[in-house]
């Protein structure tokens, strides 16, 4: 026995609905399309009438890198933790260019797809700046959502690339483009006369202008937003219980193919700051932390990377003032922490 | 092709839409259609396309031969050669691997290792649904309850076309063949509004619900199921349940959909069937072409419930066994299919001893709880996945637990919503679409809201079966 429905009972509305439902539909999709296209916040079709606001990290760095001139020999990798490390500053103590390619959410299978994208674009890498902080280490395995979504990266990470018209589709009306265009089409409209909470530069760093400027006037409060962020931050930890062992098997493969090819890489632990270090003590943070801090020793010993300790450096977080929250650290800090990897106290000197 | 994609939904489908109502004469319509059909399957892999077109083309002869013959024994013959060379397709490409793995299994087992050698073979996508509706067609024709295809066009377009070649419904000749032979020459306004809003409610179930359960609990739960505890466990089962009934029913309403826009009208495959209040209502409302093409073409003939309890049983079994077997070549399935079909049989004696429970919000409870327990083995991948699942939710193992951080941010209010809509909201059968200005304009909304998703199609689960 099948069920076949009853065909409709005709309306004298269907027409209206029909032409209603697909002129909608149209303009949707074309203002949908027109707005990415305009907006092209992922730096795909090189229009870019207005400053993209961050949200597919990956894909927009991916495009300031295509354009940086001189070609850059040094790249700072890691995650959100990593991102206000100012390439000047590398260029300043090793006379080469630098570009702080470090992205949201970063696991380490996103270290592993930028360096063979990285490889793929023939750069001329000598070095690799890497953040490797536990979080990148957290289980289940795999790329992340992120990764695997990024129109650039994906491809290096196992997703098959899409076929030319997904491509496009995804371009004009994927989410990650549309959202994006919106946001900074928003920003941009709403927030025209505002200074923006977070830019990009073109050499990959971000900065926080809104918070920037209200650490000059001294109304931004950086110990309430400190304290307020470390009880989400130690949440995250509670259901991570070990080191994910496909996540170290990337890490070990992304440093191994990085000497293959000659380059160098300096791994370091992101700083803190000094009130989460307090409060993190005797909790699954400071666990992982420390196993974190074991596997790059391990590498350093196997002659896969050069680990420099931050953790044994406190000085460098000594500015309780230069964080955004518990974990994210301001110009300040990413500068100390760049010159004590070359020992070079005040080498920076940029700004 | 995916449904759910750009190159579908912008591209293949309205120039195919325009060819089917544009171009003259029946007979170019069909074969357009059937070619865009062919097309659509390649799309996947075009290696695939001439066994289908093989299969069909001995379909169609054997369909001709057993209608013109008179001579009983060679009918009978030919229906079983033909039988063999469906099943024979089937087994090679599904099952061959299956089996023979088993079989090295046992010899191991046994101590006399057989090593037999693996075919690896791809398995072609919607193999299981397009062989079920052509043996369909040569059964009916060899019982004289089904004349042959008129032309080799029509049964072309059948077998092919594409809102169902895929993940069904699997769709039987008899009901497709005065439609096939009577095309409507224009569209019908009415039918597009009902097509429109069955594909955009399906494309919705599919990427709005089911793909962001898989993101948002059951991928991230279920990579850990080893270190699952109970809650949890049924938290990822749960979730399971729910994606799987919004990717296949959601697939379904887009065929529906489709059927319409092309002036077709194919048959309703769920009926909201978690709201069923025993197992014999969840197979008559769940996947309903499967259920009744497996009563129609495996259990009556068996003898149904004609010759005694038992043998109602063993039938019971019997079918159920090969039902879950259809849907995969592992022992996963298998069990899967047995132990519905152990809970039918015993519904069939409950009620035969008037033990059914009455009908209600309990019933129908316990009903979605044993469902779920059978989705554990549907959705492991070993036995020994499985087996721990079950253990871990019934207490009698004890899971790790501290998994609750990998759920999404949204993995609780998708879960209310969604069981909001299997318990209580009308299904897309019953619900009367309204035909506003301003429902359209909501539907050509929802519809971008689909769009938006497609970036990173993700297949539908039947898609694998």
């Not at chain 2, 270190?227 to 697939?251: H, R």
């Not at chain 2, 079909?341 to 035969?352: N, Q, T």
């Not at chain 2, 619900?431 to 429902?439: G, K, M, Q, V, Y």
Request: glycine content about 10%; some cysteine; proline content about 7%.
């Amino acid at each position: 026995m099948t069920h076949p429905h009853a065909p409709p009972e005709p309306s004298p509305q269907d027409g209206a609905f029909l032409r209603c439902f697909f002129l909608t539909l149209l303009l949707l999709l074309c203002g949908t399309a027109l707005t990415t296209w305009l907006a092209d916040p992922l730096g795909v079709f090189g229009t870019r009438l207005i400053p993209p606001v961050l949200t597919a990290d990956r894909d927009q760095k991916a495009a300031l890198l295509q354009l940086r001139t001189p070609r850059p020999t040094q790249l700072i990798l890691g995650s959100s933790r990593t991102k206000t490390i100012d390439p000047r500053c590398l260029s300043a103590l090793t006379g080469e260019p630098a570009f702080n390619f470090a992205v949201n959410g970063a696991s380490t299978d996103d270290l592993l797809a930028i360096l063979h994208y990285l490889r793929a674009l023939d750069l001329p890498l000598r070095a690799l700046v890497v953040g490797v902080d536990p979080e990148m280490l957290q289980g289940p395995g795999g790329p992340l959502p992120g990764l695997t979504a990024s129109r650039v990266l994906g491809p290096f990470a196992g997703a098959s690339p899409p076929d030319p018209i997904t491509s496009l589709g995804a371009d004009l009306l994927g989410w990650q483009s549309v959202s994006a265009s919106v946001r900074s089409v928003w920003s941009h409209v709403a927030h025209a006369a505002s200074v923006p909470p977070t830019v990009l530069e073109a050499d990959g760093r971000q900065r926080y202008p809104r918070i920037e400027a209200a650490l000059q006037t001294g109304t931004f409060s950086s110990a309430e937003q400190v304290t307020s962020s470390i009880p989400g931050i130690l949440r995250r930890y509670e259901s991570f219980d070990q080191l994910d062992p496909d996540r170290i098997q990337v890490l070990q493969e992304f440093a191994r193919e990085a000497r293959q090819a000659g380059i160098s890489i300096i791994a370091f632990i992101p700083p803190v700051h000094p009130a989460f270090e307090r409060a993190a003590r005797g909790t699954a943070w400071r666990v992982r932390t420390e196993e974190t801090v074991l596997l790059l020793r391990r590498l350093e010993g196997e002659g896969l990377l050069r680990y420099f300790d931050s953790q044994a450096r406190p000085g460098l977080g000594a500015d309780s003032t230069a964080f955004v929250d518990a974990i994210h650290f301001l110009a300040p800090v990413a500068d100390r922490l760049t010159e004590s990897f070359f020992n070079r106290p005040g080498g920076c000197a940029i700004q | 092709m995916l449904f759910n994609s750009y190159v579908f939904c912008l591209l293949f489908l309205p120039l195919a839409l325009a060819a089917w109502w544009w171009l003259p004469g029946t007979r170019l319509r069909l074969g357009t259609l059937t070619l865009a059909s062919y097309l659509f399957y390649g799309w996947w892999d075009w290696r695939f396309v001439p066994l289908m077109l093989l299969s069909t083309s001995a379909d169609y002869v054997a369909g001709g031969y057993l209608a013109r013959s008179g001579d009983g024994a060679r009918r009978r013959a030919c229906l079983v050669v033909l039988l063999a060379f469906n099943l024979g397709i089937l087994g090679v490409f599904k099952y061959f691997d299956f089996f023979t793995g088993t079989l090295n299994g046992l010899g191991a087992l046994l101590g006399a290792p057989m090593d037999l050698p693996l075919l690896h073979l791809v398995l072609p996508v919607g193999i299981s649904f397009y062989t079920f509706n052509s043996i369909s067609y040569t059964i009916d024709i060899y019982r004289g309850r089904l004349a042959p295809a008129r032309g080799f066009l029509e049964f072309a377009a059948f077998v092919a076309m594409f809102p169902h070649l895929i993940a069904g419904p699997i769709v039987r000749y008899a009901d497709m063949a005065p439609q096939l032979e009577a095309v409507p020459p224009r569209p019908e306004r009415a039918a597009w509004v009902m097509g429109l809003w069955f594909l955009v409610l399906g494309l919705a179930k599919k990427v709005l619900l089911a793909d962001a359960l898989a993101d948002q609990v059951v991928t991230p739960l279920w990579h850990q199921w080893a270190s699952l505890d109970g809650g949890e466990a049924w938290l990822a089962t749960l979730g399971y349940t729910l994606q799987i009934y919004f990717d296949f029913s959601g697939y379904s309403d887009m065929a529906v959909g489709l059927a319409f826009l092309l002036g077709f009208r194919f048959p309703q495959n769920f009926n909201s069937p978690y709201r069923a209040t025993n197992i014999a209502e969840f197979w008559r409302r769940w996947h309903m072409s499967l259920s009744f093409w497996l009563r129609d073409y495996l259990y009556i003939p068996l003898g149904g419930s004609e010759r005694g309890a038992g043998r109602a049983a063993r039938n019971l079994l019997l079918v159920m066994f090969l039902g879950g077997l259809w849907h995969g070549a592992a022992w996963t399935f298998v069990l899967w299919g047995l132990y519905h079909g152990l809970l039918l049989a015993g519904h069939a004696w409950c009620r035969r001893h008037a033990l059914v429970p009455r009908a209600g919000p309990l019933a129908a409870l316990l009903t979605f709880v044993l469902v779920m327990l059978g989705w554990v083995l549907f959705r492991s991948s070993s036995l020994a996945e499985a087996t721990h699942l079950l253990g871990v939710m019934t207490g009698l193992v004890s899971g790790a637990g501290g998994n609750g951080g990998l759920l999404g941010a949204l993995a609780y209010p998708l879960l209310v919503v969604a069981l909001g809509i299997v318990w209580f909201s009308p299904n897309s059968w019953e619900l009367r679409f309204p035909r506003t200005r301003f429902a359209a304009v909501g539907l050509a909304l929802l519809a971008l809201a689909c769009v938006l998703r497609f970036a990173a199609p993700s297949p539908f689960l039947y898609f694998q079966f």
